[in-house]
């Protein structure tokens, strides 16, 4: 289990993802502990749909564990959309932890598409999501033409 914030480029309130449970060349696997601190936690608990952030995060720290396997920082990614999107219930609840896999479908030039799923008590939330990492990110923000 590690710190999943070493692996995206993401800080306080916006990190959604405590631990990196698992990851290797196909996906990554995380967990998140539901607490009230949590940006958009309602007295109810966390929203579900807070899950297509639970899954980009996922990806983030999928992506951010590869690279530093080859001894880079984590890079900033983009959330092209999701499809197939199950929400079986309005909320997580506070205590609960939820365990988040993100399985790589699609990887090319910074194009990915990835299976995610979410196990919470006995649901499954699931959903495909595309991102995008583009390869010189730093370079592009701020410049117009």
């Known amino acids: 289990m590690m710190d999943a914030v070493q692996f995206i480029p993401h800080e306080?309130?916006?990190?959604?993802?405590?631990?990196?449970?698992?990851?290797?060349?196909?996906?990554?696997?995380?967990?998140?502990?539901i607490r009230p601190e949590l940006m958009f936690c309602e007295a109810e608990g966390l929203p579900t749909w807070t899950s297509i952030e639970l899954m980009?995060?996922?990806?983030?720290?999928?992506?951010?564990?590869?690279?530093?396997?080859?001894?880079?920082?984590?890079?900033i990614g983009f959330l092209l959309g999701t499809?197939?999107?199950q929400l079986p219930l309005p909320y997580f609840a506070l205590g609960e932890t939820v365990r988040i896999?993100?399985?790589?479908?699609?990887?090319?030039?910074?194009l990915g598409q990835f299976n995610c799923?979410?196990?919470?008590?006995e649901h499954l939330f699931s959903a495909m999501l595309s991102v995008f990492e583009p390869p010189e990110i730093e370079e592009n923000i701020g410049k117009s033409e």
Do not use: C, W
């Open 101 to 110: 896999k993100a399985e790589q479908g699609y990887l090319h030039e910074g």
């Open 56 to 75: 980009a995060q996922t990806i983030s720290a999928y992506a951010g564990h590869k690279g530093q396997m080859l001894g880079l920082p984590p890079k």
């Open 83 to 85: 499809r197939k999107m």
């Open 117 to 121: 799923e979410i196990e919470y008590q």
């Open 12 to 33: 306080k309130p916006m990190v959604f993802v405590d631990y990196l449970i698992e990851a290797n060349e196909n996906f990554a696997i995380a967990e998140l502990v």
